[in-house]
């Protein structure tokens, strides 16, 4: 098992209720809260805003408790299967994934910049 961590030294850690299938949230994990998780019962994560390490629940009591933890075929991203004792998401909401997706905002329109794009510049350089 080789977990790839990204540039800051994080992996990805999806959490899922385990009996329902159900996304609960995204945080990202570092060796350490890596470590507790899979050592202990609940799971920790790493946050990026305070830059130490996360007990998720500490506050609210909604903890997370690490049912199984699954490490994705490019050993990128960690699932991990939990059984929450509360909402995931710190507005009360069941799932911090409870706002639609109505298109995609103006400002993250892609501009044209497929294989088209290539032709075109090949044209330009033949013309030159």
Same mark, same amino acid.
């Given at each position: ?8 030294? &994080?992996?990805?850690?999806? !959490?899922?209720?385990?009996?329902? /299938?159900?996304? *609960?949230? $995204?945080?990202?994990?570092?060796? =350490? ?30 903890? &997370?408790?690490?049912?199984? !933890?699954?490490?994705?075929?490019? /050993?990128?991203? *960690?699932? $991990?299967?939990?059984?929450?004792? =509360? ?30 794009? &290539?032709?075109?510049?090949? !044209? ?5």
């Amino acid at each position: 098992m080789n977990i790839k961590l990204n540039e800051q030294g &994080l992996v990805p850690a999806i !959490a899922q209720d385990a009996d329902t /299938g159900q996304v *609960l949230m $995204l945080g990202y994990m570092n060796p =350490g809260s890596l470590k507790r998780t899979v050592e202990g019962v609940q799971v920790w994560f790493y946050s990026r805003s305070r830059e130490d390490l996360w007990h998720k629940g500490e506050i609210s009591g909604n903890y &997370l408790n690490l049912k199984e !933890a699954w490490l994705d075929c490019d /050993g990128d991203t *960690l699932l $991990l299967k939990v059984k929450p004792d =509360g909402p995931a998401c710190h507005t009360g909401e069941t799932s911090c994934f409870y706002t639609p997706l109505d298109g995609v905002p103006e400002e993250y329109e892609a501009t044209e910049t497929g294989p088209g794009i &290539l032709s075109e510049l090949f !044209a330009v350089i033949q013309d030159r």
